[in-house]
């Protein structure tokens, strides 16, 4: 079993940063791979960064160059620094790990961006 707890959403201005963090634990032996997807009120679940299991990164194109994933394995830890944010970045992020056929996600944790 595995289990995903994510941290680090709130309220910000826009323009403004925040760094979400993303633990797991269970059986686990790597943070890689992992992935962060968000979900806006409204809409699909979308996948906006992740770390394959050889360590490179990915990110969707809404996010290229003011997002930021990281992991540290020492840790179990994943990070994803946003930074210039927007409103349209408003949505509950969560951070997924796939493991031995399963997807295990965490509870969730909402960004909102705003004046």
């Known amino acids: 079993q595995v289990h995903v707890v994510e941290s680090g959403g709130g309220l910000v201005q826009p323009g403004g940063s925040l760094r979400l963090s993303c633990v797991a634990s269970?059986?686990?032996?790597?943070?890689?791979?992992i992935f962060w997807y968000r979900q806006a009120s409204g809409k699909e679940r979308e996948l906006v960064a992740a770390?394959?299991?050889?360590?490179?990164?990915n990110y969707a194109n809404s996010v290229k160059g003011r997002f930021t994933i990281s992991g540290d394995n020492a840790k179990n830890t994943a990070y994803l620094q946003m930074n210039s944010l927007k409103p349209e970045d408003t949505a509950v992020y969560y951070c997924?790990?796939?493991?031995?056929?399963?997807?295990?996600w965490g509870q969730g944790t909402q960004v909102t961006v705003s004046s």
């Open positions: 770390i394959t299991s050889g360590g490179s990164t």
């Open positions: 269970g059986s686990i032996y790597s943070i890689n791979p």
């Open positions: 997924a790990v796939s493991r031995y056929g399963n997807t295990y």
